[in-house]
């Protein structure tokens, strides 16, 4: 695995797949700025968006796209354009594309779902996960429900957040408290992980790769690699593949609940190897 370098000396960083998630471009949570800054200084062979990087729900609401969406899709389809392959397995938020199956935009390819090969030969399934949210599965108008509230909790953050840098007290996320009050009402989000990696086990493959519930994390579950790529409305997090087959979960900066300062790039939090033993927490975000 390469060693972590300088993001302020501008060096790009090359890999061999990039795995990112939950951006949900027409959010105005969406951290555009965050991302293309990303972007711009890692370059993959493969770029796999694994779900909920439009965000139809919020757009079939009210439209929402200002310049920074734009940014990030011509940013992509630049890189197709260059070489990179780039699969797009949709998500609940972006299900839309789902009814396009093999279709290529721009270059880029849809898929429902997909077998990642690593370089050291290890196969990983790669899905969004909304398949095994019960709540998005049987009652969607309790998800649509929930999807507000977590606008709502966006916006209360926001001035939260302001509140309490005036008065010299630490950053602390609304959001991620109120989600975790509604995970523990439908008793779910504890059980979503071991769901996730028995599919893998089913696939007869050595791990996973999926996102949906915010919460991003590496780790092994009984003798599956489970990989999270978490999302770029709160953490904004990504998962790189190394040439080696060495994964990577990178936590772009701390976000604070600030916006990003004026020419200024955030630098990459610390890095944990697959192999390296993670404690699942049952608190884990859902979308």
């Not at 606008?151 to 509140?163: C, E, W, Y």
């Not at 200024?264 to 033993?277: D, F, N, T, Y």
């Amino acid at each position: 695995m390469s060693e972590p370098f300088d993001i302020r000396s501008g060096e790009t960083r090359h890999v061999r797949t990039l795995f990112i998630s939950d951006v949900h471009l027409g959010s105005k949570a969406a951290k555009t700025d965050f991302l293309l800054d990303f972007l711009r200084l890692y370059e993959a062979d493969t770029i796999v968006l694994v779900g909920d990087i439009v965000d139809g729900w919020r757009l079939k609401r009210s439209w929402y796209w200002p310049q920074g969406c734009n940014d990030v899709v011509q940013k992509l389809l630049r890189k197709a354009r260059k070489g990179t392959r780039i699969i797009y397995i949709p998500g609940n938020h972006d299900e839309f594309l789902r009814d396009f199956p093999g279709t290529h935009f721009g270059g880029i390819e849809v898929k429902d779902r997909i077998i990642h090969e690593a370089a050291d030969g290890k196969r990983y399934l790669v899905l969004h996960g909304d398949e095994f949210d019960v709540v998005v599965r049987n009652a969607r108008l309790l998800a649509y429900l929930g999807d507000w509230a977590y606008d709502t909790a966006i916006a209360i953050n926001v001035l939260l957040s302001a509140v309490r840098r005036r008065l010299g007290m630490p950053y602390w996320s609304f959001s991620a408290w109120a989600k975790l009050q509604v995970k523990h009402a439908v008793n779910f989000i504890g059980e979503f992980q071991k769901v996730v990696v028995e599919e893998a086990r089913r696939a007869e493959v050595d791990g996973v790769i999926c996102g949906h519930i915010h919460h991003a994390v590496i780790a092994n579950m009984d003798g599956i690699d489970y990989i999270n790529t978490g999302d770029w409305v709160e953490s904004c997090t990504a998962v790189v593949e190394h040439y080696d087959g060495a994964f990577e979960l990178i936590e772009w900066g701390d976000m604070q609940g600030l916006e990003p300062e004026p020419k200024m790039l955030p630098k990459p939090a610390a890095i944990r190897p697959v192999s390296e033993p993670v404690v699942i927490a049952a608190e884990s975000r859902m979308a």
